[in-house]
RNA sequence: GGGCCGGUAGCUCAGUGGUAGAGCACCUGACUUUUAAUCAGGGUGUCCGGGGUCCGAAUCCCCGCCGGCUCACCA
């Protein structure tokens, strides 16, 4: 800590020991308070037209600012609800308890009671007769003016964010309303909540490096889980007719904008379902969404306004790829084919190995950022969807769709592959792209889900949804970091 | 991981080689309806860290740390 900030401290401490000296407790137990800021100005409102006299209110929070103007004194006093302004004067609450109240910090919470009234400037407040500290704080508050705007303190330190930018603490309110929202929605369906294991003894279910974890008294090293998928089909297999999971997914790639090492999904499965009944879900669940958190079908996206209203567009991945960067990938049967015919519109991928990561990369590169308003993309060439069943009339596409917004995926879905012998196959294609390509994102086979799957598994349509990534697009950020209360840093620390 | 930009007071920022600054916050005083209260006075600092150049470095050079943007990879 520095010197400066020392002295800031050192200042508070001692307005403390006064305070003690005085008999006065800074950190009571707790406080009854009547009315929430919000509830307080509600109240004087009703009532307002109505005249008659109000029964004495108590609120408590946080004090935000203060004019303090001789005998007299304004406190702005904040909880969750909202802010309130108190009214102090000698005459009202008495020298001794006024010469308290200078000791009092921008910063510390307290508890107030008095009765409600309207400034001549028109700001309902409290006249207080009482008072009471319930919590001394001994750090000084980012400035009221200009908020806290360094990025890295902002997210290092969340609870200074909350304080200071009052459009922070919106954007979780609305993030926790979508989750709801979704979760009531799925409900609503029939759909059964579960919670699969994160630590596991492979990580499968998509493609993606995972980060391996150590158990002691086993003494073996397990994964955390990039994905819920093949737990939730086991949950299928076994008799639950349509399930989902809410949860964290964990993937060990780079950190930018779009992606935290930890991140939330909703994956759900639905037999007797397929891909085109999915979709249908897709468009209807997020436009509901918009809906209950926007208060509309629309909202906007930096410049743009984005309209989520169903039906969406549906393109094939093949026609769109053809739409934004001119290659038409039928034309190109193998690797070597699409990496020439890529290198003529200059988009090269050393690194990248396998006609489906071209693909991809055609994908992410061309099209993706042009999906702006709410579009899907199917059928996916099968290389590159190891869970997926194939088109009925073509073996090389399977029924897969993404969903895009934004610019953004927000939802990969499928008709399940339910044939356990094609999956195995699958399998075994990807544990060789693993080994011949050095593709360490592909599908390891997972023996146990296969053993499952040999049991019998329904025809299932099943999805996954980015709820990080719908959240951003909902609160229109641009940083994944800005709808994730707590994203992943760099530790700060010098020690190795 | 590569490229570009940034890190100065508690916060927001100015300061391109010559005595470290402003606003807010804080401290002292005045003020009984203020609300970015006002008025008078007070600057409280590891200029991210470590080296180097120079008579002299916040400023120039090198190395490192952290962050932002971007590219690569992923969702």
């Not at 015919?341 to 693909?359: E, S």
């Not at 023996?447 to 990080?468: H, R, S, V």
């Amino acid at each position: 800590m520095t010197a400066r900030l020392e002295s800031l401290t050192q200042q508070r401490l001692e307005k403390l020991a006064k305070l003690r000296s005085r008999g006065v407790d800074p950190y009571p137990r707790r406080y009854q308070r009547s009315h929430t800021a919000q509830q307080a100005a509600a109240l004087f409102q009703e009532s307002e037209g109505k005249g008659g006299s109000l029964p004495p209110v108590s609120v408590a929070g946080r004090i935000m600012t203060h004019r303090f103007m001789g005998k007299a004194a304004f406190l702005d006093i904040r909880d969750g609800s909202g802010k309130i302004q108190g009214y102090f004067r000698v005459d009202q609450i008495g020298e001794a308890k006024y010469e308290l109240l200078k000791e009092l910090d921008i910063g510390d919470f307290v508890g107030v009671t008095g009765s409600l009234f309207r400034t001549h400037t028109g700001e309902i407040t409290v006249k207080a007769t009482d008072f009471v500290l319930l919590s001394k704080s001994l750090l000084p508050l980012p400035e009221k003016w200009h908020g806290l705007v360094d990025v890295e303190k902002r997210y290092r330190q969340r609870y200074l964010d909350l304080i200071a930018n009052p459009e922070v603490k919106s954007t979780f309110l609305a993030r926790s309303k979508l989750v709801s929202g979704l979760r009531r929605l799925l409900d609503e369906r029939g759909f059964v909540e579960v919670e699969t294991p994160i630590l596991q003894d492979m990580a499968g279910g998509a493609s993606a490096r995972p980060f391996i974890t150590h158990h002691l008294a086993l003494d073996r090293d397990l994964y955390l889980r990039i994905a819920t998928e093949l737990h939730l089909k086991r949950l299928i297999i076994g008799g639950f007719d349509k399930v989902y999971e809410i949860g964290r997914v964990f993937r060990n790639e780079g950190i930018d904008f779009k992606h935290n090492p930890e991140f939330t999904t909703m994956e759900s499965y639905e037999a007797y379902a397929d891909y085109n009944d999915v979709m249908q879900m897709v468009e209807t669940l997020v436009s509901s969404l918009a809906q209950q958190v926007l208060g509309s079908h629309q909202g906007k996206w930096g410049e743009q306004t984005i309209d989520f209203t169903p039906p969406w567009p549906r393109i094939t991945l093949r026609d769109a790829i053809k739409k934004y960067s001119g290659i038409d990938f039928e034309d190109c049967p193998d690797e070597s084919s699409l990496r020439e015919a890529m290198a003529r519109i200059n988009l090269v991928a050393p690194d990248l190995r396998g006609r489906g990561k071209l693909i991809d990369k055609l994908l992410s590169a061309h099209v993706e950022p042009q999906l702006v308003q709410p579009t899907f993309l199917l059928d996916y060439p099968v290389e590159m969807s190891p869970l997926a069943k194939r088109k009925p009339d073509d073996p090389r596409l399977v029924e897969r769709f993404e969903a895009f917004a934004g610019g953004m995926e927000i939802a990969n879905a499928f008709t399940e592959l339910n044939d356990p012998v094609d999956q195995r196959q699958r399998f075994e294609d990807q544990a060789r792209l693993r080994k011949e390509l050095g593709d360490e994102e592909a599908e390891v086979a997972d023996d146990d889900f296969l053993e499952a799957m040999e049991y019998g598994m329904p025809p299932t349509g099943g999805l996954g949804m980015g709820i990080d990534r719908l959240v951003m697009l909902f609160t229109n950020q641009s940083s994944i970091r800005e709808v994730v209360l707590f994203p992943q840093l760099k530790s700060r620390n010098k020690e190795e």
